[in-house]
């Protein structure tokens, strides 16, 4: 099974910036939609941002468009999530998610079939 890790977390000040990687191993991504997640304390898990298969679509939650980028340094095992201007409201984990079956983005959490386990994101007011 393929493996997802996420790194980059860490605790900001309000309009304060950080970058998330995630990497994949033992599978490739290439040519297959990433996403990222996250879930705040005490919240449901929602949708992030997405990038298709090769890095030519992207789509963002109406809550960072405009702060957050989504990119792939490497389409055979990275994704990165640059983040721009973080709110308090941003805090959550956040998590890294794969699709093996589609090329095209996808806001469905259904959609994805594999995972990371996680990476904490704090911004303080």
């Known amino acids: 099974q393929a493996q997802l890790v996420e790194s980059g977390g860490g605790l900001v000040q309000a309009g304060g910036s950080l970058r998330l990687s995630c990497v994949v191993s033992k599978r490739s991504i290439a040519g297959y939609a990433m996403a990222w997640f996250r879930q705040p304390p005490g919240q449901e898990r929602s949708f992030v941002a997405a990038?298709?298969?090769?890095?030519?679509?992207?789509d963002f939650a109406d809550s960072v468009k405009g702060r957050f980028t989504i990119s792939r340094s490497n389409p055979e095992s990275t994704v990165i999530l640059q983040m721009y201007d973080l709110k308090p409201e941003d805090t959550a984990t956040y998590y890294c998610?794969?699709?093996?079956?589609?090329?095209?983005?996808?806001?469905?959490?259904?959609?994805?079939?594999?995972w990371g386990q996680g990476t904490q994101v704090t911004v303080s007011s």
């Open positions: 998610a794969a699709s093996w079956r589609m090329a095209g983005t996808s806001r469905s959490a259904g959609d994805f079939q594999s």
């Open positions: 990038i298709s298969g090769g890095g030519r679509n992207t």
